[in-house]
């Protein structure tokens, strides 16, 4: 979650689409994390379906971004 709240810092744009506007490509978190791909896309669809996260879809492609508004209304929840 870290590190797509700047992603431009923390990942290269997808060669495709050459900006952050859809998230972060999958495929960049997965190798940025360093785990494998079943432990990756179990955090990232539980993160989704919490909605935390928006996915977008381009071809093959699925990218992740932040749900800026359902994580301020969890901060102000819990404070």
């Known amino acids: 979650m870290e590190w797509l ?3 431009e810092t923390n990942f290269p744009p ?3 689409l ?3 506007n859809d998230g972060v490509c999958v ?3 997965q190798e ?4 494998s791909q079943s432990t990756i896309s ?3 669809t539980n993160m989704e379906k919490c909605g935390l996260l928006i ?3 381009h071809g093959k492609w699925s990218y992740l971004k932040r749900n800026e508004n359902v994580i301020q209304d969890y901060i102000k929840y819990i404070s």
């Open 32 to 35: 940025k994390a360093g785990l």
């Open 42 to 44: 179990t955090y990232l």
């Open 18 to 20: 050459k900006h952050f």
């Open 14 to 16: 997808h060669e495709t």
């Open 5 to 7: 709240k700047e992603p």
């Open 27 to 29: 495929t960049y978190i």
């Open 55 to 57: 996915s977008t879809r």
